[in-house]
């Protein structure tokens, strides 16, 4: 491409961001928003589908019950997508709280085992795993480089303790911006068999991730921030494989693999995941982001 052809190419680019910048978010025609990942904006096209949702939840009876069920599959899919993974190790959740509270719950984490958490971690990801102290496990909350990140060369060294059985971190740090290397912490974390959950908010929606490509087993995300939902929605993805090792946090109808509404007719036969409890939101969650991410 020559010099000019690339200029006009760049001046259309600008211009067509400017276009869709002003068809999805209006109010920037007046106002300039440094979106630094403390609340992402709402799109349109987002706000035009929470609408037509709330005015059929206002006419129950215009809401078709199965077509709930297949929203939730095809936001779960669409989640996938977005980290390439599976539908089925995608849970929808309420907060990256929730996703790291299950983590925290869920791993079969015994007295005396010891989880690392680097300092200066966003408080979600260091109460849950603090809770797991009155169950004898220990957190080691590591100091930072000088630089203030999180120290990734000590972690890949301390995971080869045999009592360090997890390690939980930020994919990118709330204060600094430091972004982790999850691939070279999962290669330590799977030769070690530690397990490493990891916090997307701050990343997912901004930048790409391949949990395909990394060693993560757990990873909790909101999607208030980059993913440009509303409070109250988020995903949990769970390894494919790790699922069947995790102790079931929250036990629901929903939780159940087979599913069964007949009266009288509990089964404790059937497994559960944590990922899924009762009935969730199909407005206010990822039915959003669902349609952010489909243009
Ligand atoms: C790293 C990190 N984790 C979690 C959260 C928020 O957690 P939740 O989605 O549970 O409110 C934030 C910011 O709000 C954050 O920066």
Same mark, same amino acid.
Not at 31 to 49: C, D, K, M, Q, W
Not at 196 to 211: A, H, M, N, S
Not at 277 to 286: I, P, Y
């Given at each position: 491409?020559?010099?000019?052809?690339?200029?006009?190419?760049?001046?259309?680019?600008?211009?067509?961001? %400017?276009? %869709?910048? %002003?068809?999805?978010?209006?109010?920037?025609?007046?106002?300039?928003?440094?979106?630094?990942?403390?609340?992402?904006?709402? /799109?349109?096209?987002?706000?035009?589908?929470?609408?037509?949702?709330?005015?059929?939840?206002?006419?129950? =009876?215009?809401?078709?019950?199965?077509?709930?069920?297949?929203?939730?599959?095809?936001?779960?899919?669409?989640?996938?997508?977005?980290?390439?993974?599976?539908?089925?190790?995608? *849970?929808?959740?309420?907060?990256?709280?929730?996703?790291? !509270?299950?983590?925290? =719950?869920?791993?079969?984490?015994?007295?005396?085992?010891?989880?690392?958490?680097?300092?200066?971690?966003?408080?979600?990801?260091?109460?849950?795993?603090?809770?797991?102290?009155?169950?004898?496990?220990?957190?080691? %909350? +590591?100091?930072?480089?000088?630089?203030?990140?999180?120290?990734?060369?000590?972690?890949?060294?301390?995971?080869?303790?045999?009592?360090?059985?997890?390690?939980?971190?930020?994919?990118?740090?709330?204060?600094?911006?430091?972004?982790? !290397?999850?691939?070279?912490?999962?290669?330590?974390?799977?030769? !070690?068999?530690?397990?490493?959950?990891?916090? @997307?908010?701050? @990343?997912?929606?901004?930048? /790409?991730?391949?949990?395909?490509?990394?060693?993560?087993?757990?990873?909790?995300? *909101?999607?208030?921030?980059?993913?440009?939902?509303?409070?109250?929605?988020?995903?949990?993805?769970?390894?494919?494989?790790?699922?069947?090792?995790?102790?079931?946090?929250?036990? @629901?109808?929903?939780?159940?693999?087979?599913? +069964?509404?007949? /009266?009288?007719?509990?089964?404790?036969?059937?497994?559960?995941? /944590?990922? =899924?409890?009762?009935?969730?939101?199909? =407005?206010?969650?990822?039915?959003?982001?669902?349609?952010? +991410?489909?243009?």
């Amino acid at each position: 491409m020559n010099t000019q052809a690339a200029a006009t190419s760049r001046r259309d680019l600008r211009k067509r961001c %400017l276009e %869709l910048r %002003l068809k999805e978010f209006p109010w920037t025609s007046n106002t300039i928003y440094f979106n630094n990942a403390g609340i992402g904006p709402l /799109p349109e096209r987002s706000r035009v589908v929470v609408d037509e949702l709330v005015a059929e939840k206002m006419a129950p =009876h215009t809401i078709d019950v199965p077509g709930l069920f297949d929203r939730l599959a095809e936001t779960r899919r669409t989640v996938g997508r977005l980290i390439n993974a599976e539908a089925d190790e995608i *849970g929808l959740t309420t907060s990256t709280s929730l996703g790291l !509270n299950i983590a925290a =719950h869920a791993l079969p984490l015994q007295a005396s085992d010891i989880v690392l958490v680097p300092q200066r971690e966003f408080p979600a990801n260091v109460y849950p795993w603090l809770q797991l102290e009155s169950r004898g496990v220990k957190v080691e %909350l +590591t100091q930072p480089t000088s630089d203030g990140w999180p120290d990734e060369k000590y972690l890949c060294d301390r995971v080869s303790d045999p009592k360090v059985k997890a390690l939980a971190i930020s994919l990118v740090q709330f204060s600094n911006g430091y972004k982790a !290397n999850i691939a070279r912490l999962g290669e330590a974390c799977r030769l !070690n068999d530690c397990y490493l959950v990891v916090d @997307g908010i701050q @990343g997912i929606g901004q930048t /790409p991730f391949d949990v395909k490509s990394t060693a993560v087993d757990i990873m909790a995300c *909101g999607g208030q921030k980059w993913l440009l939902s509303p409070f109250g929605s988020g995903f949990v993805y769970v390894r494919k494989g790790l699922l069947e090792q995790l102790e079931p946090t929250f036990v @629901g109808w929903l939780a159940l693999k087979v599913q +069964t509404i007949t /009266p009288g007719s509990p089964s404790t036969s059937t497994s559960c995941t /944590p990922m =899924h409890v009762g009935s969730r939101s199909t =407005h206010c969650r990822f039915r959003i982001c669902l349609v952010w +991410t489909k243009v």
